[in-house]
C-alpha cells in the first residue's frame, strides 16, 4: 500500500469517526468500560499474587520435638527435616532459646516467668516452605517424622489466600471475555451504519474492480481508532482509579498493612495489554460489520 493510499485510507476511516458521532462516543466508552473492568480486576489478581508471594517467602510452621528427646537428639532430626520435598530451609531452636523469645513477648511481664524453667517449653523447628500450596502435603511429611510430637502450622490461611486468588483470577477472565464480546457487537454496528450509508458507494467500488481490502480499509481504520482512543482513555482511567485506592489504603488504619505493587512497575505492561485489546476489539468489530456487505 502506497503512502497516498494509506493516507486516503486513514483520512475516510477518521472522518468517518465524526460523521456518525453518538455510535463512536457510545463505542470508545465501551471499550473504555470493559477495559477498566478487566483491569481492575486483573490488578486484584497481580497484587494478590504479590501478597501470596510474600506470604510464601514468609510462612513457616512450627514442628516440635518429642519432650523426652534431649537437646543433642533433637538437633539429630533436622537432616531429616531438610531432606522432605518442599522445605526450604529447616532452623532448631532450642528450649533456652524458645524460653527467651516466650518472655520477649510478655511485653513488661516477664517477672511472672522470671523462674520458669526452660523444661516446660519444648524443643522446636522452625520450618520455611518452598511452595504454599503444597504446604499441608509438607506438614503431613513432618508429622510422619519420629521425634516430632506436635505441627503447628496455619494451613487456613494459605488456603484463604489461595481461594481469594483463584476467584479473582477467574472473575477477572469472565468479566473480561463478556465485556469484550460487549465491545465487538457494539463497534460492529457503528460500522455497519457506516457501510449502510455508504452501500451504493461500496456496490459501485465492487463494480468498478475495487479489491475487497481497498473497500475494507477505511473501516478498519474507523474500528482500529475508535479501539484505541478507549484503551488510552482507559490506561489513563485505570492509573488514577489505582492511584486512588493506593493512597486510600496507605492513608487507613487496618489495610494499611497491607502491601501493593506501584502503579509504575506495572504502567507499560498495562498500556501494551489495553492497546493490543483495544486494537483487536476495534479490528475484530470491524470486520465482522463489513463482511456481508463486501457480497454484491
Same mark, same amino acid.
Not at 22 to 35: Q, R
Not at 75 to 85: D, S
Not at 226 to 235: P, W
Given at each position: 500500500?502506497?503512502?497516498?493510499?494509506?493516507?486516503?485510507?486513514?483520512? @475516510? *476511516? =477518521?472522518?468517518? %469517526?465524526?460523521?456518525?458521532?453518538?455510535?463512536?462516543?457510545?463505542?470508545?466508552?465501551?471499550?473504555?468500560?470493559?477495559?477498566?473492568?478487566?483491569?481492575?480486576?486483573?490488578?486484584?489478581?497481580?497484587?494478590?499474587s504479590h501478597m501470596f508471594r510474600e506470604l510464601e517467602e514468609e510462612n513457616q510452621f512450627l514442628a516440635y520435638v518429642d519432650e523426652n528427646y534431649d537437646?543433642?537428639?533433637?538437633?539429630?532430626?533436622?537432616?531429616?527435616?531438610?531432606?522432605?520435598?518442599?522445605?526450604?530451609?529447616?532452623?532448631?531452636?532450642?528450649?533456652?532459646?524458645a524460653m527467651a523469645n516466650f518472655k520477649e513477648t510478655l511485653d513488661?511481664?516477664?517477672?511472672?516467668?522470671?523462674?520458669?524453667?526452660d523444661s516446660v517449653l519444648r524443643d522446636r523447628f522452625i520450618i520455611h516452605v518452598v511452595d504454599i500450596e503444597a504446604m499441608s502435603e509438607t506438614v503431613e511429611q513432618v508429622e510422619q517424622v519420629t521425634g516430632i510430637a506436635d505441627v503447628q502450622a496455619s494451613l487456613?490461611?494459605? @488456603? *484463604? =489466600?489461595?481461594? %481469594?486468588?483463584?476467584?479473582?483470577?477467574?472473575?477477572?477472565?469472565?468479566l473480561a471475555a463478556t465485556l469484550v464480546l460487549v465491545s465487538v457487537f457494539i463497534i460492529s454496528n457503528t460500522v455497519k451504519i457506516a457501510t449502510f450509508t455508504r452501500r451504493e458507494e461500496i456496490a459501485v467500488l465492487r463494480m468498478c474492480g475495487a479489491s475487497n481490502w481497498f473497500i475494507r480499509w477505511p473501516f478498519l481504520v474507523e474500528g482500529v481508532?475508535?479501539?484505541?482512543?478507549?484503551?488510552?482513555?482507559?490506561?489513563?482511567a485505570q492509573w488514577g482509579v489505582y492511584g486512588l485506592i493506593q493512597r486510600a489504603m496507605e492513608n487507613s488504619g487496618i489495610?494499611?498493612?497491607?502491601?501493593?505493587?506501584?502503579?509504575?512497575?506495572?504502567?507499560?505492561?498495562?498500556?501494551?495489554?489495553?492497546?493490543?485489546?483495544?486494537?483487536?476489539i476495534g479490528a475484530g468489530g470491524s470486520a465482522l460489520a463489513i463482511r456481508k456487505f463486501l457480497k454484491v
Open positions: 500500500m502506497g503512502d497516498n493510499q494509506f493516507w486516503y485510507h486513514f483520512k @475516510d *476511516g =477518521f472522518r468517518s %469517526i465524526f460523521a456518525h458521532g453518538l455510535m463512536s462516543f457510545a463505542s470508545v466508552c465501551m471499550i473504555l468500560a470493559c477495559l477498566l473492568i478487566m483491569g481492575s480486576f486483573s490488578l486484584v489478581a497481580v497484587n494478590l537437646e543433642q537428639s533433637a538437633r539429630a532430626l533436622q537432616p531429616r527435616l531438610e531432606g522432605i520435598n518442599n522445605v526450604a530451609s529447616v532452623t532448631f531452636m532450642s528450649r533456652s532459646e513488661g511481664r516477664q517477672d511472672l516467668f522470671r523462674d520458669a524453667p487456613e490461611v494459605a @488456603d *484463604g =489466600f489461595m481461594m %481469594i486468588r483463584n476467584v479473582a483470577g477467574g472473575v477477572a477472565i469472565i481508532l475508535l479501539g484505541l482512543v478507549g484503551a488510552v482513555l482507559a490506561y489513563l489495610l494499611s498493612i497491607i502491601t501493593t505493587v506501584p502503579f509504575s512497575e506495572l504502567a507499560v505492561s498495562v498500556l501494551l495489554v489495553f492497546l493490543l485489546v483495544g486494537f483487536a
